[in-house]
């Protein structure tokens, strides 16, 4: 870990990182991307399998709802500094294809130095949490989703930390209706964050 992180000596210091195993069958480290002094910052899970291809975090199908999100919240996505609790992608190999698997405790907590120091960076005034994994890791296990999205959170790690769903939970709606449903809450909540910033 660089004594004085920036994004680009970040970036550069990730691939040598040991710190677990998920770097033996990832194709590299995924940083977070986007403005160094976004007043936003997002925090998904970790890299999918187009991310670790790539090496930029939301670019495959749950970015793809991501970017809806935030374009119909008035939010621009080079505005917000967009990253992961975990840097690696965890899967397992089924064929040709690799299948997402959530990280474990002891994965994340290895890779959370690394989030310290994007946040040490950035020092978002509002930082947004995707998801269960990246909402328990920076809030506590007793965070849930369903009860919790979309109020203020209590911590020192931004001005307003705030939780919604992640992205992919929306791809993995029953039915059309559900779909809607879920997306209209996951733009809702960041209109919220959108009004809250627009307030400054
Ligand atoms: N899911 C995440 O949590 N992060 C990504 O970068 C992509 C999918």
């Known amino acids: 870990m660089p ?4 994004l680009s000596n970040l970036r550069e210091a990730l691939d040598s990182c040991r710190a677990c195993d998920l770097w033996e069958g990832a194709t590299q480290g995924v940083l977070g991307e986007g403005a160094a002094r976004a007043q936003l ?19 495959g ?11 119909q919240a008035g ?3 080079d505005e917000v500094y967009i990253t992961n609790v975990v ?27 690394w989030l310290e120091a994007e946040l040490q960076v950035v020092q978002p005034e509002a930082l947004v949490c995707l998801g269960a994994t990246a909402a328990q890791a920076l809030l506590g296990p007793h965070v849930r989703i369903g009860r919790d ?15 919604t769903a992640h992205p ?13 449903e879920a997306m209209d809450m996951f733009v809702s909540d960041l209109s919220n964050i959108a009004s809250w910033l627009h307030a400054r």
């Open 168 to 180: 992919s939970s929306i791809l993995r709606a029953q039915d059309e209706a559900e779909r809607r």
């Open 87 to 113: 840097k690696h992608f965890r899967y397992k190999a089924r064929g040709k294809r690799r299948i997402h698997q959530k990280p474990d405790r002891w994965q994340v907590s290895a890779c959370l130095p």
């Open 41 to 59: 910052m997002m925090v998904g899970e970790q890299p999918g399998d187009r991310e670790d291809i790539e090496g930029h975090p939301f670019v």
């Open 61 to 71: 199908p749950a970015g793809g709802v991501l970017d809806k999100g935030l374009e």
């Open 3 to 6: 004594g004085r992180p920036s």
């Open 75 to 77: 939010i621009a996505r």
């Open 149 to 163: 999205r979309g109020a203020p959170m209590p911590s020192e790690l931004a001005e307003l930390v705030t939780i």
